[in-house]
């Protein structure tokens, strides 16, 4: 079973310190919402995470071994990440997209090249395809698709990665409410079957209501973190500044500014 456990992180950008002080623990099975203002510090985190940034102090550790000591093909296929902004590649289709994730697995045989993937990538890709819905659009250009589809492809283009971790920042900006909800409904759905998923996120209604776990950044340290009671007017209005109203409805948590 996969943890990740963060202790005392710490990163700067040019002498500005974006992240201080942060320690958190999830695992397997999880759902985290990473919540807060913007430049609070999300983004940075994911990407401290991913070892696309590299801390200045502090240690990540996941399933007991250093980040730091993890070879990159062998972090590509534990960690996944989806940056907020995604740049489609001019002139691929759907189905070579999420073949792209299987490149940490293709590139350690000696062969076959990566243009000519074994069967076992060819069905892995083909069996996330009709899993996202994305069977009908398998052919066609990337760019030629919604925002939601789109976002579904990048989805599928990480699980292809097969990874036990499964970063993402923002995945439903920009999505109308039907997209946003199938998301979510996806990502928690991949925690059942034992994928940690930590997400960055602004709308606090949807992190309410699928994720088990919340970290509060707020200029760069948690100023909160733990379950749904972390869901407090006062948090979320130290937080925001904003006041708010939290109502329950079907076992849901409603925040409703005033």
Do not use: W
């Not at 760019?143 to 990665?161: E, H, Y």
């Not at 749904?228 to 409603?254: A, F, K, M």
Request: one cysteine or more; glycine letters at 6%.
């Amino acid at each position: 079973m996969i943890q990740i456990k963060v202790k005392d992180l710490s990163f700067s950008y040019s002498g500005f310190r974006a992240l201080q002080d942060i320690s958190f623990e999830a695992g397997a099975g999880d759902m985290l919402a990473i919540i807060g203002q913007n430049g609070s510090g999300k983004s940075t985190l994911l990407k401290c995470i991913s070892r696309i940034l590299k801390i200045n102090t502090g240690h990540i550790e996941i399933g007991n071994i250093s980040l730091s000591a993890l070879s990159a093909s062998k972090l590509s296929r534990i960690v996944a990440y989806i940056p907020q902004s995604t740049d489609s590649i001019s002139g691929i289709n759907v189905f070579d997209t999420v073949l792209l994730g299987r490149k940490p697995y293709i590139h350690s045989r000696p062969a076959p090249a990566f243009t000519n993937a074994a069967p076992e990538d060819m069905e892995l890709v083909s069996r996330l395809l009709t899993r996202l819905e994305l069977d009908e659009v398998a052919m066609r250009n990337l760019n030629t698709l919604s925002g939601g589809q789109q976002q579904r492809v990048f989805i599928a283009r990480a699980l292809a990665q097969q990874p036990s971790i499964l970063l993402l920042d923002e995945p439903i900006a920009n999505l109308d409410i039907n997209h946003q909800m199938k998301v979510m409904k996806l990502l928690r759905q991949l925690t059942q079957e034992g994928i940690l998923v930590i997400i960055t996120i602004h709308d606090i209604n949807m992190a309410a209501r699928f994720c088990n776990k919340a970290l509060m950044l707020k200029q760069g340290r948690i100023f909160a973190s733990g379950m749904q009671s972390v869901y407090t007017p006062e948090n979320i209005e130290n937080l925001y500044d904003i006041q708010v109203d939290i109502l329950r409805h079907n076992d849901c948590i409603c925040i409703i500014p005033q």
